[in-house]
């Protein structure tokens, strides 16, 4: 591939007097830009990613779409770039032009962010306001979907949470996806952008990062029912999540772009449960009972985590007609199963 290599960019569809749409996606590479990137391309779009550059580069996500001949190149372009590379990052939007911009990237570990705040103010805060900048600047400003997050409300007085639940973010994470989701409402207000923030609680799948509590169980899960793994060592079994499934997430995405005026929307599935349950859930899926196999170790709890984080879905469920398909247990099933097929 050659980087940068900005070419086809618009295609005629099916139909001669119309062109299909394009989409720039920060963080294709991630769980949320495979399947965002697979749905964008089922419905005729031309996909640009951003992929961080770095000397190994994690793409195993898109593969299949990598090294599909009529796929990469004619309808999905990657770009290298970094997040806090402003001039890289203005020089990609200019050529490609894009209708719809999915800003996805960032450093999404709310664990991690107690060890690398820097980092996760550079990307996550930094990041979304110098993107809203060079937004600002162009002649063809596209549509702009940020993906927020429900560690925005940190550990708010009510619950279910709503657009309008006040945030007070208790963890480095929270804080720059405030600063970030603020500043897309500021904008939003401010300078007349088309942007939108999906205020997205936990959503996972086999794709999930296999440092995110639910695929470390689901892979532990699968390995110990295989004997290929002894123990599972965790924080805290007590916090409470609300988990979706993410190509339920992706697509409220799009359809957030597809309204007539740019708005924030909760996307969630109204739901919360244990640690405790997930592993419920994942370990019976295999036949086991977690309570043997795991452990907890004090280098994975957090000095601070949000709590009683649930949402409430209703808006999108009103606007978007959207709602989240699939919760647990079947959630844990899906990705222990995939987990298994992995092993095989
Ligand atoms: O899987 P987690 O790391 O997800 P967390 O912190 O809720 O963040 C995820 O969801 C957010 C909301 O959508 C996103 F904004 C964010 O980017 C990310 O996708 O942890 C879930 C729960 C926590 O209570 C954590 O303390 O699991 C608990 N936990 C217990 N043991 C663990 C572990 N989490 C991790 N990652 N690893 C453990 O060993």
Redesign the pocket.
Same mark, same amino acid.
């Given at each position: 591939m050659t980087p940068n290599k900005l070419s086809s960019n618009r295609l005629p569809l099916n139909n001669p007097t119309s062109v299909a749409p394009v989409a720039l996606i920060t963080g294709i590479t991630g769980q949320d830009g495979s399947y965002l990137t697979e749905l964008l391309l089922d419905k005729g779009y031309i996909v640009h990613g951003i992929v961080r550059r770095s000397s190994t580069t994690a793409r195993n996500r898109l593969d299949k779409l990598f090294y599909d001949g009529d796929v990469h190149e004619k309808r999905l372009f990657l770009h290298y770039a970094d997040l806090d590379d402003s001039t890289t990052i203005r020089r990609i939007l200019i050529s490609s032009r894009p209708d719809e911009l999915y800003h996805l990237a960032?450093?999404? #570990?709310?664990?991690a962010s107690f060890e690398i705040p820097e980092t996760t103010c550079r990307f996550t805060a930094m990041g979304t306001l110098k993107l809203l900048e060079i937004i600002r600047d162009l002649d063809k400003q596209p549509k702009l979907l940020h993906?927020?997050?429900?560690?925005i409300f940190g550990r708010p007085d009510t619950s279910p949470q709503n657009e309008s639940t006040p945030m007070r973010p208790v963890?480095p994470?929270?804080v720059a996806?405030t600063f970030a989701t603020q500043m897309v409402t500021l904008y939003r207000n401010s300078f007349d952008l088309f942007a939108c923030n999906a205020i997205?609680?936990? #959503?996972?799948s086999p794709r +999930?990062?296999e440092?995110?509590?639910?695929?470390?169980i689901t892979r532990a899960a699968a390995a110990i029912s295989q004997g290929k793994q002894d123990s599972?060592?965790?924080?805290?079994?007590?916090?409470? +999540?609300?988990w979706g499934f993410a190509p339920d997430y992706v697509e409220a995405m799009w359809r957030m772009l597809q309204q007539p005026d740019a708005d924030d929307f909760v996307l969630a599935t109204g739901k919360d449960h244990s640690?405790r349950d997930?592993l419920d859930a994942a370990f019976q899926t295999v036949g086991l009972d977690w309570e043997k196999y795991v452990q907890?170790?004090a280098?994975?709890?957090?000095r601070s985590?949000?709590a009683q984080?649930v949402g409430d879905p209703s808006k999108a469920a009103a606007n978007l007609d959207w709602t989240a398909t699939t919760q647990l247990p079947e959630l844990a099933k899906i990705m222990v199963q995939a987990d298994l097929d992995a092993l095989k």
């Open positions: 960032g450093q999404s #570990h709310v664990g993906i927020s997050s429900s560690e963890t994470y929270g996806k997205c609680y936990n #959503h996972e +999930r990062g440092s995110f509590v639910t695929r470390k599972l060592s965790l924080g805290s079994l007590d916090g409470r +999540r609300d640690v997930f907890q170790d280098r994975y709890m957090r985590e949000g984080l």
